[in-house]
């Protein structure tokens, strides 16, 4: 009996009689579901967007050609043994199966003139791959260039917010209590682009081996980051572990060939011509580099170096999917550790917890050895120092006991891993949540913010110095809960009055140089924009800018006048709309994102454990938050739960496109599917 069945909320609860019927009927599941979304996915990898979108695929275009996105996908697939091999490419059948009649009811085909095409048994990695090529610490590399290039290298530091967006990933854990028969409670919300249709894709996958349910990547066969065996279930945030490097190169050309500066002179730089074809535009020719520390992504255009990007899975010819297979036999908290002990990137920390009360964590992923130089910005590729060692951190599990929380921040296992850590609150405020008996499905939805530096701000501004209506916001802001509520106006004051802050800080004499013209390709500007930038980290610098001759407190205080002047400002949700990151290509999906920004008022921000996170300075909107929520009962599965912010079709006009958007943005979850299918008949 194979088959597929759907619950109430239209997530496919899949039955085979073998893994690799198992795994494609995945595929085709996801492509009935999802056809747009993963042929876009396919694009970005073989770097064929502007073919369908026009020029204005080609930023994207450039850059996957250059990093040889496809050609690493490739090797990574070459490298992995038989039984793996056959099971990708069992997904990979059942995509193709199932694509024709998914693009038949996804109007963003029609509104391109697109057909779907075929998938190559390597596309999977490619997928996964685009989904976390930037997910990595190099575009922070190209930002501290740019900020010591403008101001200085003491300048650095002001920036270095610990967490490059102000957002991250939370995961928790309750221990159980075995000798009265209660497993451990696992439960967090990954926070990443809202995208529409949404990253993860709820999904059961049973056979006579297993029966699973948990969150996929659409276009990627089993459950990389997150699921639920029944007997052992898994969850990874971002470790933020720094694990790619970018470095600077010089090229000379001499005749038909390109060198490379080396530590032992000029030698061979591997390169070659491909063609962009773009819709109603010429073709556009893009010149592909490889030097002996990778693929050359980009240009300084002040220095004319060329930039080049090691990452371990091109060095390595591996992803680590070799664990997507044994994570899935997993019963015990054991066999996920040791499946994982093989994963490349990206790195994650990972907490696994078992119904038999063990729990674990580990940090999954290589993160290179070499010179602490690499880790902050572009280096010279032809000094030895910088090579890598060739050997990796050694990162064990180790056992937990008591509550456990993960949210980017640093901690002692990993904070010699990485640079970009997130500021303590989140995983503070979690702990101290649980503590108290906080339920763990109430924990996702705390609004409260930190009271850190923008907060000392305001108390020591002296009232003295401010007209009245400013002296009264003052005072409104200072006795304020610190909730980022969606009907409070105080939020909404507080928002007004730090993106205020962080224009006019954008704009001062002293930080002006950092607005200079464009230093690398436009892909890279939302890590680049100076405007953006100040708005991550602006508790550094109204710690810190004084030192570069700022005057805070008058910066602050011309703000808070500024706001005040305005007249009231209007409630938290009016300001904080929700702003689903899709391509905008067929009016269908355009008239549905309107009537969810009309349908639901956001609560939350970027500091907060609900981070939805924003941009002060540039937007309220929401456009990053979290891409799920689920917790993971290991007594019983059936009082598992989960959400995600749209749904589990991404067809406009599906009755499951955009269904639990109501009760995401409320905090409310759904139940997991968890009836026996083999006693429900064929759900073929």
């Not at 050694?394 to 056992?399: G, M, Q, S």
């Not at 500091?607 to 019983?636: F, H, I, K, Q």
Request: glycine letters at 10%; aromatic letters at 6%; a neutral charge.
């Amino acid at each position: 009996m194979t088959g597929l069945r759907r619950d109430p909320w239209g997530v496919p609860q899949l039955w085979a009689d073998d893994v690799d019927q198992l795994a494609h009927r995945q595929g085709r599941a996801t492509a009935l579901d999802r056809a747009w979304q993963i042929e876009v996915e396919r694009w970005r990898v073989e770097g064929r967007l502007a073919e369908r979108l026009g020029p204005d695929g080609l930023g994207w275009d450039r850059f996957a050609r250059r990093a040889r996105l496809a050609d690493t996908a490739a090797r990574c697939f070459r490298r992995l043994s038989p039984a793996t091999r056959r099971w990708i490419t069992a997904y990979v059948d059942g995509v193709n199966a199932g694509l024709a009649e998914g693009a038949a009811g996804a109007p963003e085909f029609a509104a391109t003139g697109s057909a779907p095409g075929r998938w190559r048994p390597w596309t999977p990695l490619g997928v996964f791959l685009v989904q976390h090529i930037l997910f990595g610490t190099f575009p922070n590399k190209l930002w501290r260039a740019q900020v010591e290039a403008a101001l200085g290298a003491a300048a650095v530091g002001l920036f270095a917010v610990e967490g490059p967006d102000g957002s991250g990933s939370n995961a928790w854990v309750v221990p159980g209590d075995p000798a009265r028969g209660r497993g451990p409670v696992l439960a967090g919300d990954p926070h990443r682009l809202l995208e529409l249709p949404g990253v993860y894709q709820q999904v059961r996958l049973a056979c006579p081996e297993f029966d699973v349910v948990g969150l996929a990547f659409p276009g990627v066969p089993g459950l990389p980051h997150f699921g639920h065996t029944g007997h052992v279930a898994w969850a990874v945030t971002n470790a933020m572990a720094d694990y790619q490097d970018v470095y600077r190169e010089h090229l000379r050309r001499d005749g038909g060939r390109l060198l490379v500066r080396d530590a032992d002179g000029w030698l061979p730089a591997r390169r070659h011509v491909e063609r962009i074809r773009v819709r109603g535009a010429a073709p556009e020719p893009v010149e592909v580099i490889e030097t002996p520390r990778g693929p050359v992504i980009d240009h300084d255009r002040h220095t004319g170096e060329a930039l080049s990007l090691r990452t371990p899975a091109r060095v390595e010819a591996d992803l680590g999917f070799e664990a997507l297979l044994p994570l899935l036999r997993a019963r015990r908290a054991d066999d996920v550790t040791e499946a994982l002990r093989g994963w490349v990137e990206p790195v994650n920390s990972v907490l696994v917890a078992d119904r038999h009360g063990a729990v674990r964590h580990l940090v999954a992923g290589l993160v290179p050895l070499r010179d602490d130089a690499c880790r902050w910005t572009p280096v010279p590729g032809w000094l030895p120092r910088h090579r890598w060692s060739g050997r990796y951190a050694e990162n064990k599990p180790v056992e937990v006991t008591g509550i456990a929380v993960r949210a980017n921040d640093r901690r002692p296992d990993v904070a010699e891993l990485g640079i970009d850590f997130a500021p303590p609150h989140r995983a503070a405020r979690i702990g101290e949540l649980l503590a108290a008996g906080t339920a763990p499905e109430t924990v996702h939805t705390d609004t409260r913010l930190s009271a850190g530096a923008l907060r000392a701000l305001l108390d020591r501004l002296d009232p003295a110095a401010l007209d009245s209506a400013a002296r009264d916001l003052r005072r409104r802001l200072t006795a304020w809960d610190g909730r980022m509520a969606a009907g409070s106006t105080d939020a909404g004051a507080w928002a007004a009055w730090r993106a205020a802050l962080v224009r006019r800080l954008h704009d001062h004499p002293r930080l002006r140089p950092l607005r200079g013209p464009d230093r690398y390709d436009a892909l890279f500007a939302p890590w680049t924009d100076p405007l953006a930038r100040i708005g991550h980290a602006l508790d550094g610098l109204v710690t810190g800018a004084s030192r570069l001759g700022v005057d805070v407190d008058a910066v602050a205080t011309a703000a808070l006048a500024e706001v005040a002047a305005a007249g009231p400002a209007p409630a938290w949700g009016e300001r904080h709309r929700l702003r689903p990151v899709h391509l905008g290509v067929a009016p269908e999906v355009g008239a549905a994102v309107a009537a969810m920004r009309e349908r639901v008022a956001l609560a939350g921000d970027t500091d907060c454990v609900l981070a939805t996170a924003s941009v002060p300075g540039v937007s309220d909107e929401c456009w990053r938050g979290p891409a799920a929520r689920y917790v993971w009962d290991l007594t019983d599965r059936a009082r598992s739960r989960w959400v995600v912010p749209f749904g589990a079709s991404g067809r406009p006009g599906d009755p499951h496109f955009d269904d639990q958007l109501p009760r995401w943005a409320a905090g409310e979850l759904i139940p997991v599917p968890d009836a026996d299918l083999t006693r429900e008949g064929d759900p073929s």
